[in-house]
């Protein structure tokens, strides 16, 4: 049987706490590290059809992702629910996600971002020409857009993003 000295249990105890708090707060102190601002063109994907293999990113154009058919699609699936990614020109995926501490997130389909005007549109604005503020992804499936946000290193070759804006060129077909 083992004796138990409850002065030096008390201690070890302790001393692991100090040493886990220690840990947590350097883990919260060196993530916001992992994360850095980018600002690149992407194309929006529809992620159901993409992981089930119904379309690949294989042989397509990364201005013309989807078919008109496909992007039909698409755009319904967007619709009921599914998950988006983001496609570089370089083929790395990114998924849209919440700021790095937030739990809760929202429908993708219902969440809204801040549009951010290319200069021609600016000038159209100061022109009286009316634009929205904001973007939604379902709209978005197929177009390539200029995305900015915070990037985090993500899981299993897939990046992560947190989006602050999205530039789009052309205005977007509902």
Do not use: H
Not at 19 to 41: D, N
Not at 66 to 75: M, Q
Not at 111 to 131: S, Y
Not at 133 to 139: L, M, R, S
């Amino acid at each position: 049987m083992r004796y138990s000295d409850p002065i030096t249990d008390k201690g070890e105890k302790l001393m692991k706490k100090i040493v886990l708090a220690s840990i947590t707060v350097i883990l919260l102190l060196c993530v916001p590290a992992l994360s850095r601002a980018e600002i690149f063109k992407a194309v929006f994907i529809d992620g159901d059809t993409l992981f089930n293999g119904t379309y690949t990113p294989d042989g397509r154009s990364f201005d013309s992702y989807y078919t008109a058919e496909e992007k039909l699609k698409a755009k319904l699936n967007a619709e009921r629910s599914c998950k988006f990614l983001l496609m570089d020109e370089k083929g790395v995926f990114y998924y849209p996600c919440q700021k790095e501490g937030k739990v809760l997130s929202i429908n993708q389909s219902w969440e809204r971002f801040t549009r951010n005007l290319t200069e021609e549109q600016q000038k159209q604005k100061a022109a009286g020409k009316r634009f929205r503020t904001w973007i939604a992804y379902v709209p978005l499936i197929g177009q390539v857009v200029t995305v900015e946000g915070d990037v985090y290193p993500g899981v299993a070759g897939i990046k992560a993003i947190n989006i602050k804006g999205i530039e789009v060129e052309q205005e977007v077909e509902r």
